[in-house]
């Protein structure tokens, strides 16, 4: 599309060129002008384009500011393409009931088993798509729903107290650290690790944030999955084990059943 709109305004030029230098009636700066005009119109027919085309894949719309939120369909951490402050808007699309056929949610929880009583950090909270679903399985527990984005926090916490969940806690995130207040029993991180930067050392440091026995889950995007990040920015299940070894973890467990995502479980090398 880009080209086409090229050779449209090179025509226009040409055209245009054309003119000024036959009569006088069209001057070469009323010219130039409309060449402008049409450079910026082309533009923006582009970039509204390129936006339908990711939101009818699924896909992430680029955007022109800092990402400092969460990634559509959960997840957060900084990067430079995306911003999510309007977490209003997101929710819409976080949200949808259309997103459970394939992110099954309460297969996902099911499968980790969580106490009553535990422990969660749900590191990419967004705007609580698994944050409040992980609230109403431990009553007597605590639910730290950590993210980057104020506006993401502000949001989690009217919906907390909108859907009376006293036991979740909106977390302030930094780029290099969960921020978590105390150790938990399992850190979740839905489609956000492939935002992490200098992973290895985000995740060692945050396997102090775990409990004896605590657990970490990943679930991303795989390499072929028609929704998320575009495919280089895509990370395998196998580079995600790999980095975790270093990092001072070992699989322990791996879901086969989302049809979209990995669903990878890891333990502290040491517990």
Not at 23 to 49: F, G, K, Q, Y
Not at 99 to 104: C, F, H, L
Not at 110 to 133: K, M, N
Request: net charge negative; hydrophobic share 40%; charged share 25%.
């Amino acid at each position: 599309m880009r080209r086409h709109m090229t050779r449209i305004i090179c025509a226009s030029l040409d055209c245009s060129y054309q003119q000024s230098m036959g009569d006088d009636r069209p001057t070469w700066v009323s010219a130039m002008a409309r060449v402008l005009a049409l450079i910026v119109l082309a533009s923006s027919l582009v970039l509204a384009a390129e936006r339908a085309a990711f939101a009818q894949a699924g896909g992430e719309p680029p955007m022109n500011h800092p990402r400092t939120g969460t990634h559509p369909m959960g997840g957060p951490m900084p990067h430079p393409d995306h911003s999510f402050s309007n977490a209003e808007m997101w929710a819409r699309q976080f949200d949808d009931p259309k997103r459970d056929a394939w992110q099954k949610p309460d297969e996902v929880l099911d499968a980790l088993q969580l106490a009553p009583t535990a422990l969660v950090a749900d590191l990419g909270a967004g705007t609580g798509y698994f944050s409040v679903r992980i609230a109403r399985r431990v009553p007597r527990g605590k639910v730290f729903a950590v993210d980057i984005e104020p506006d993401m926090l502000h949001y989690l916490g009217e919906r907390a107290q909108r859907e009376h969940l006293s036991m979740l806690q909106p977390v302030r995130a930094s780029a290099d650290a969960a921020n978590l207040p105390e150790p938990v029993d399992l850190v979740l991180v839905v489609d956000t690790y492939h935002h992490i930067d200098n992973r290895i050392a985000y995740f060692a440091r945050l396997a102090n944030s775990l409990r004896s026995n605590g657990r970490l889950a990943i679930v991303d995007y795989k390499l072929d999955a028609p929704e998320g990040p575009p495919v280089e920015s895509r990370i395998s299940p196998e580079k995600v084990t790999a980095e975790l070894e270093v990092a001072g973890y070992r699989l322990v467990a791996s879901h086969p059943f989302l049809p979209r995502q990995y669903f990878l479980v890891f333990e502290r090398k040491e517990s």
